[in-house]
């Protein structure tokens, strides 16, 4: 039986790479690439079946930022498919990035160079705004849509005597330090990247105690650092190239410059081979690239309080309530 296989944010970067990689890894299965612009759905479809022409590939139009965009794209999912082996909740948003030299100069010197290099804590700030549900955009892109889609999928991911992942692409930036449960959108802070990649692993936490029992297992990973449009919004595709070198030199002090999208998504494929079962929950799985350049994953332990998880969870349900009403009764007026 072919293994279906659902991808947000598919057309370009690491998503992109790791369709690549799975149709080499896997050619039974079916692809379905979740993208927000189908003209650049429509160009990676073209180019995966470039490279493996047999490949069974289908395009699904979702913008994971936009509540009614998931709900209609979920049922779509459902009249195509009775059931969902993998989803890879990949898609994410990193606006108007900024890097704070000072601290960034301050670092270098710092017993801290290596970790910050690693994590690029306290580097970056980002400005977020409100969505058109009222939501902040950051919160509603990496985490909530993609949480959302889960929901509406569970009879499809949560079948009888089959196991089903998700695995979110996380990010070494996810920091305890900015996330709080009281303000868990990040509206009052400028680390929303930071945050809202902190609540996916909590996320992801809360959803294997919520649906392991009925075979339905969840995995973060983190990419590493990489060259996609994402960086290209920090500091300019020129620029990196500039200081490709240096980054090559930085490679043998820290195995989390994986520097392309190919090396990236080692963990995202590493975990399609895995048994979930065989998983921990606690664990985020990185992508590594040595300073030779030969690629491995990485298991750490994540700083996670189950009691943290298990109550941002209850509000991400509580939230869901709000704007299901909210959804509903909009419907109700166009009718
Ligand atoms: N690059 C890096 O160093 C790291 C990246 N990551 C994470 O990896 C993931 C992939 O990013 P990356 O490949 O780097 O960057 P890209 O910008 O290349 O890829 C992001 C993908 O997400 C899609 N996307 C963004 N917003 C939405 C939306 N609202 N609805 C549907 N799709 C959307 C983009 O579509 P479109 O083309 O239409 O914008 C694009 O396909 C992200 O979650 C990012 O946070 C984590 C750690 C490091
Ligand atoms: C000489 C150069 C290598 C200087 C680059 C400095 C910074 C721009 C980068 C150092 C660590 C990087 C990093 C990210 C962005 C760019 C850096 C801050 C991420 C935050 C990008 C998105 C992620 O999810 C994690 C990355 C961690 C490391």
Redesign the pocket.
Known sequence: MKRIVLV??????????LCERLLTTDSEIHLCL????TQ??MA?RSALLHSHPEADISLLK?????MN?VLEAAKEIKKRYSRLDYIY??????PNPQLNLKVFVKGLFSRKVVRMFATGEGLLTQEDHVNANGLQKVF???VF?HFILIKELEPLLCCPSMTSQLI??????AHKSAFSLDDYQHSQGIES?SS??YASDLLSLALNRQFNRRGLYSSVT????????????ILPSFFWTLIMPIMFLIRFFTNSF?LT?YN?AEALVWLYKQNPESLDPRAKYHSCTSGLGNNYVNPKKMDLREDTAEAFYKQLLELEHKLRQKVGVAEEAIK
């Open positions: 947000t944010g598919a057309n370009s970067g690491i998503g992109l790479a979740a993208c927000r612009n650049r759905a990676a979702v913008d994971v930022g936009d965009s909740l990949n898609a994410g948003i990193m509603a892109t990496n849509g979110w692409t996380s990010s070494s930036n990247y809202s990649k983190c990419p590493g650092l990489v060259m996609t449009n994402l960086t290209y919004g994986t999208p990236g």
